[in-house]
C-alpha cells in the first residue's frame, strides 16, 4: 500500500530554514510527483509546488518562488522541502502527497513547523 | 494572483443532499482545471475525493460525485451521513501551478 512518511515536528527561530523530508513507499517512486502543501492553524490548505519523482524537474507556487526549493533522492525514495528565511506566518502543517492526474491522491501525516524567537 | 473561491460554509440534514462548488477568478473552470476535491477532519490531513472533474478514488464512497456546473467545478453529496461533517476543499490546475480554494465547512444537522 502507498505510505508516505513525513519526518517529525521543528521549531525554528525566526530567519532560519527548515527541511522536511518524506518517505515513500508502496509505489514506484520515479513514475510520481511529489507535491508539497501547508496549512497554518485555522486557515485554508495552499500549494506549495511539486517535484518530478523521475526528473526531478520542479514546479513552485508564486508565493514561495525564491524561498522554496523541493528536491528528490530516488535512491532513497524520499523527496525534501526546504524553506529559508522563516518568519513567523510560515507556523504550519506542511504536507506531502503523491501526485494522481493533475492532482493527489496519498497524503503525508503532516509535520508541524513552529518558527518563534 | 488566482483566487479559487468556495462557499465558506453550508449545512445540510442526514439523508439529504448538498452541492458544493468551486470557482476560479480566471473564468468559467473547465476540464483542464483538472478539478479535485479533499475532505478534511479536524486533526487529520486531508483525504482525496475526486481528481480529474468526476473521477473517483477506490476508497471513495458511492454518495459523493463530482461536475461541472454553471461554469464551476462541483461536489454533490447524496443521502449524507453525520461522518460527512468536514470541511471540503477543491483543487485546481492552471497549467502546472496549483490552487487550492477556501474551503467549505459542511454542518450536518
Known amino acids: ?117 | 494572483q488566482t483566487v479559487v473561491t468556495q462557499e465558506p460554509s453550508l449545512t445540510v440534514s442526514p439523508g439529504g443532499t448538498v452541492t458544493l462548488t468551486c470557482a476560479s477568478s480566471t473564468g468559467a473552470v473547465t476540464s483542464g482545471y483538472y478539478p479535485n476535491w479533499f475532505q478534511q477532519k479536524p486533526g487529520q490531513a486531508p483525504r482525496a475525493l475526486i481528481y480529474s472533474t468526476s473521477i473517483k478514488h477506490s476508497w471513495t464512497p458511492a454518495r459523493f460525485s463530482g461536475s461541472l456546473l454553471g461554469g464551476k467545478a462541483a461536489l454533490t453529496l447524496s443521502g449524507v451521513q453525520p461522518e460527512d461533517e468536514a470541511e471540503y476543499y477543491c483543487l485546481l490546475y492552471y497549467g502546472g501551478a496549483q490552487v487550492f480554494g477556501g474551503g467549505t465547512k459542511l454542518t450536518v444537522l
Not at chain 1, 519526518?7 to 518517505?23: D, L, Q, R, T
Not at chain 1, 524537474?57 to 522563516?86: N, P, W
Request: hydrophobic residues 30%.
Open chain 1, 1 to 117: 500500500q502507498v505510505q508516505l512518511v513525513q519526518s517529525g515536528a521543528e521549531v525554528k527561530k525566526p530567519g532560519a530554514s527548515v527541511k522536511v523530508s518524506c518517505k515513500a513507499s508502496g509505489y514506484i517512486f520515479t513514475d510520481y510527483s511529489i507535491h508539497w502543501v501547508r496549512q497554518a492553524p485555522g486557515q485554508r490548505l495552499e500549494w506549495m509546488g511539486w517535484i518530478n519523482g523521475g526528473n526531478g524537474i520542479t514546479r513552485y507556487s508564486q508565493k514561495f518562488q525564491g524561498r522554496v526549493i523541493i528536491t528528490r533522492d530516488t535512491s532513497a525514495s524520499t523527496a525534501y522541502m526546504e524553506l529559508s528565511s522563516l518568519r513567523s506566518e510560515d507556523t504550519a502543517v506542511y504536507y506531502c502527497a503523491k501526485s494522481r492526474g493533475q492532482g493527489v491522491d496519498h497524503w503525508g501525516q503532516g509535520t508541524l513547523v513552529t518558527v518563534s524567537s
